[in-house]
């Protein structure tokens, strides 16, 4: 399979705990995005990377949350202390840039976390 | 805010029939995207239109954009029990995509 993969499928945890989520881009992508969504909603913008460089950050993206790239292939997300509200699907999105008219991003399958 | 928003928020229809979804936005855009999704799951693209076109196909789906109305529609045809989903739209704005609150679409056979 060559589509975005994200590991956990699941993750439940207790309040408090730190969790950490997994990407993996269609390899010839080079941006690379992680969204939340909540049930009811549509996905919302945390952040993104341009190969290793994160380029912008969500105001919804609080310090707890950390995103990493560390070699311009997959990315992690990391939740610290996390919070009931931290309850939601985090999806996960790559895309080629495109020379005119914006780029068409693939998402993952998400990972969707369960805080206690 | 130029959030994309869809009408209707949902649609039940009997499987065969046509389903038209809308989406409305604030500002200019750079390109106009669908995506469905499947309960619980991840986005699949459906089609992607830019600023400078009118009206996109790709199999029994059809998609028109006008910038002066600053509006958008998802047509689907013959609607199947497997069309059942929610659908969003999507704005492209500043690298990110901006999405609505999607259609929940119930195909009934």
């Known amino acids: 399979d060559t589509g975005v993969s994200q590991n956990p499928r699941h993750k439940i945890t207790k309040r408090g705990q730190n969790v950490t989520f997994r990407c993996d881009p269609i390899s010839e992508h080079n941006r690379l995005y992680w969204y939340r969504q909540t049930l009811g909603q549509g996905p919302e913008f945390l952040t993104y990377f341009q190969n290793e460089a994160q380029l912008e950050k969500s105001r919804l993206l609080s310090d707890r949350f950390s995103a990493e790239r560390p070699k311009g292939s997959f990315s992690t997300l990391e939740i610290q202390r996390t919070e009931q509200g931290d309850s939601a699907m985090y999806l996960c999105a790559s895309s080629k840039v495109a020379s005119l008219g914006g780029d068409e991003q693939f998402f993952g399958p998400g990972t969707r976390l369960t805080v206690l | 805010s130029q959030q994309g928003e869809e009408d209707p928020q949902a649609l039940s229809i009997q499987e065969g029939e046509n389903a038209t979804m809308n989406c409305s936005y604030k500002?200019?855009?750079?390109?106009l995207q669908w995506y469905r999704q499947n309960s619980g799951r991840g986005l699949v693209h459906l089609i992607l239109i830019r600023s400078n076109e009118r009206e996109k196909h790709s199999g029994r789906l059809r998609v028109t954009l006008d910038t002066s109305k600053k509006s958008s529609s998802l047509l689907i045809t013959a609607s199947r029990a497997a069309d059942t989903a929610s659908y969003f739209c999507?704005?492209?704005?500043?690298?990110?995509?901006?999405f609505g609150q999607g259609t929940r679409l119930t195909i009934n056979p």
């Open positions: 500002t200019s855009i750079n390109n």
């Open positions: 999507a704005i492209l704005g500043a690298q990110k995509l901006v």
